[in-house]
């Protein structure tokens, strides 16, 4: 499995300021434009050799949340009604600096 690096593995990595990790598929991170291209194979990035990205900015429970929205946006991305996500208002603030950070303003 030579071809099966971290860079073509199907899961990433990501790691809040906290220490805490999150094991994400890889195609659910790629509603980031951010995420897509620190992960691209073809980049210099080290997160593209690693499959591992460190958010030194965002806390384990701001990262938590992105990671639901990562999911959800993966499971209906296809879909034309979706049911709303709960946010929770103390994390407001926070998530939209970190969604700011990771392109999810962007159209993809």
Same mark, same amino acid.
């Given at each position: %499995?030579?071809? !099966?690096? #971290? *860079?073509? !593995?199907?899961? @990433?990595? =990501? $790691? *809040?300021?906290?220490?805490?990790?999150? $094991?994400? =598929?890889?195609? /659910?991170?790629? $509603? *980031? #434009? /951010?995420?897509?291209?620190?992960?691209?194979?073809? +980049? +210099?990035? @080290?997160?593209?050799?690693?499959?591992?990205?460190?958010?030194?900015?965002?806390?384990? %429970?701001?990262?938590?949340? @992105?990671?639901?929205?990562?999911?959800?946006?993966?499971?209906?991305?296809?879909?034309? $009604? @979706?049911?709303?996500?709960?946010?929770?208002?103390?994390?407001?603030?926070? =998530?939209?600096? /970190? /969604?700011?950070? =990771?392109?999810?303003?962007?159209?993809?």
């Amino acid at each position: %499995m030579a071809t !099966n690096g #971290p *860079s073509h !593995n199907k899961y @990433v990595t =990501l $790691v *809040s300021s906290d220490g805490f990790e999150f $094991v994400v =598929l890889r195609e /659910a991170t790629f $509603v *980031s #434009p /951010a995420l897509r291209s620190m992960l691209d194979s073809k +980049s +210099s990035f @080290v997160e593209a050799r690693t499959g591992r990205c460190v958010f030194e900015e965002i806390s384990g %429970m701001v990262l938590d949340k @992105v990671v639901e929205y990562f999911h959800y946006w993966y499971k209906n991305q296809e879909r034309e $009604v @979706v049911k709303d996500m709960d946010i929770p208002v103390e994390l407001c603030l926070e =998530l939209l600096m /970190a /969604a700011d950070y =990771l392109g999810l303003d962007k159209q993809t």
